[in-house]
């Protein structure tokens, strides 16, 4: 069996040292999450070890936003080369491309093809609703996001094992609210391949 992502956490939190570990728990402990997750209880952090806090991380925060939340952190103690090294490691996870939130200068595309400007949603945003609601064919959906390395491996097998396509569409969000605009347009374009009626009655609906 391939190294798993908690695998890699833990190896990179060993590799810290007992100064900069206790300095990481530190920062995650004061980090400001997005809307939706809380943060894990200093009680739990105080005396954790290296292994219970990739615990801690994956099982409050899930991948990829585990993944990005970690990184964040290192980046903020100094430990940009643990960072780096945890980006590198976490490319051969069970063979699939870790997932790296994208940057500001990434987010760029809407729907059409036309840059979106200020506060404007996303087009898989503003249609949330509808696209959890009537989204038919999931599973090549999910297919595409494994390939271009937005949804880990472990994130890939929780969606499919789920028995309704609202279930697992409203899944999938849960790691779709943390991607870019980059990102999210290359979900929209697995949409359009695999349900196209549907994103030409959305269009529509929009216009």
Not at 59 to 74: A, F, M, Q, S
Not at 158 to 165: G, K, L, M
């Amino acid at each position: 069996m391939g190294k798993t992502v908690r695998d890699v956490l833990v190896r990179t939190l060993e590799n810290l040292g007992k100064k900069s570990f206790k300095r990481f728990k530190n920062k995650l402990n004061d980090w400001e999450f997005k809307e939706g997750y809380s943060q894990i209880p200093y009680g739990k952090l105080e005396e954790a070890d290296e292994e219970d806090v990739a615990k801690f991380i994956i099982n409050y925060y899930k991948e990829p936003y585990g993944i990005e939340v970690t990184l964040g952190v290192l980046e903020a103690i100094d430990e940009r080369q643990a960072a780096e090294n945890l980006r590198t490691a976490l490319k051969t996870v069970s063979g699939c491309v870790s997932h790296e939130p994208a940057k500001r200068e990434d987010q760029g595309a809407a729907a059409g093809g036309e840059q979106q400007t200020g506060d404007e949603k996303h087009f898989v945003d503003k249609h949330r609703t509808d696209l959890i609601q009537r989204v038919t064919l999931v599973a090549p959906i999910l297919d595409d996001l494994l390939q271009d390395g937005l949804l880990p491996c472990e994130a890939y097998d929780t969606v499919r094992s789920i028995n309704t396509n609202q279930e697992k569409m409203r899944a999938l969000y849960d790691h779709v609210k943390s991607w870019g605009n980059k990102d999210k347009d290359k979900f929209l374009q697995s949409l359009i391949r695999h349900n196209p009626p549907l994103i030409r009655d959305l269009e529509e609906a929009k216009a």
